[in-house]
Nanobody
Framework: EVRLVESGGGLVQSGGSLSLSCAASGFAFSTIDMNWVRQAPGKGLEWIAAINRDGTETYYKHSVKGRFTISRNNAENTVSLQMSSLEPEDSAMYYC??????????????????WGQGTQVTVSS
């Protein structure tokens, strides 16, 4: 069974930091690119970061570049998103998604091979 399980979300004040983690199982993790995608209430999906299969290349949406860092550990089948200088606009459900790196916002989760259940991040002003 393929599983992507996100954790680490929560409530944080503006300017604070959070670290998200996604544990993968049931597929060959080291052979697939990984992405983080978020969705704020009433809005569409927003691609924010990606890392290639061996972790040598990372990509970020402009709005989070310099504040968020994506990393992966292929030995432990995990991908992480370290977030700092959080703003209320970062409040959303955060999902990890396994699949080819796309630099635009996805229309739906089916654009990726696998998709997690999400973890909520709320940033208070």
């Amino acid at each position: 069974e393929v599983r992507l399980v996100e954790s680490g979300g929560g409530l944080v004040q503006s300017g604070g930091s959070l670290s998200l983690s996604c544990a993968a199982s049931g597929f060959a993790f080291s052979t697939i690119d990984m992405n983080w995608v978020r969705q704020a209430p009433g809005k569409g999906l927003e691609w924010i970061a990606a890392i290639n299969r061996d972790g040598t290349e990372t990509y970020y949406k402009h709005s989070v570049k310099g504040r968020f860092t994506i990393s992966r550990n292929n030995a432990e089948n995990t991908v992480s998103l370290q977030m700092s200088s959080l703003e209320p606009e970062d409040s959303a459900m955060y999902y990890c998604a396994a699949g080819r790196i796309r630099f635009g916002d996805p229309l739906n989760p089916s654009e990726y091979n696998f998709w997690g259940q999400g973890t909520q991040v709320t940033v208070s002003s």
